[in-house]
């Protein structure tokens, strides 16, 4: 199993990004999804998930109205829209995938990808 995230990068205070959660090796349709983040110096935090029928989608408060996740089965693949970034938003993002998962900060993810920085200067 392997989950391949991309798509960050260095955007001013105000801009946007995609990421997106490559999966293989796993049926994905069977996986909950999640987006975390680790900033320098902070706590591992759930950013958003989603359930593996994508019917259930959670997002951490700090984030809501400005970031969407979603999912696309047929590419294997997740994303996180991110827009209106923010200073803080600057982290490593990584992905997860847990079986029949719901897409909750609480589940316990099987897998995790490698991570890609997203770089928010103010």
């Known amino acids: 199993v392997q989950l391949q995230a991309s798509g960050g990068g260095l955007v001013q205070a105000g801009g946007s990004l995609r990421l997106s959660c490559f999966a293989s090796?796993?049926?994905?349709?069977?996986?909950?999804m999640g987006w975390f983040r680790q900033a320098p110096g902070k706590e591992h935090e759930f950013v958003a998930g989603?359930?593996?029928?994508?019917?259930?989608?959670s997002y951490v408060d700090s984030v809501k109205g400005r970031f969407t996740i979603s999912r696309d089965n047929a590419k294997n693949t997740m994303y996180l829209e991110m827009n209106n970034l923010k200073f803080e938003d600057t982290a490593v993002y990584y992905c997860?995938?847990?079986?029949?998962?719901?897409?909750?900060?609480?589940?316990?993810?099987?897998?995790w990808g490698q991570g890609t920085q997203v770089t928010v200067s103010s």
């Open positions: 989603i359930s593996w029928s994508g019917d259930s989608i």
């Open positions: 090796g796993l049926t994905f349709s069977w996986y909950g």
């Open positions: 997860a995938a847990k079986m029949y998962g719901l897409g909750l900060p609480k589940d316990q993810y099987d897998y």
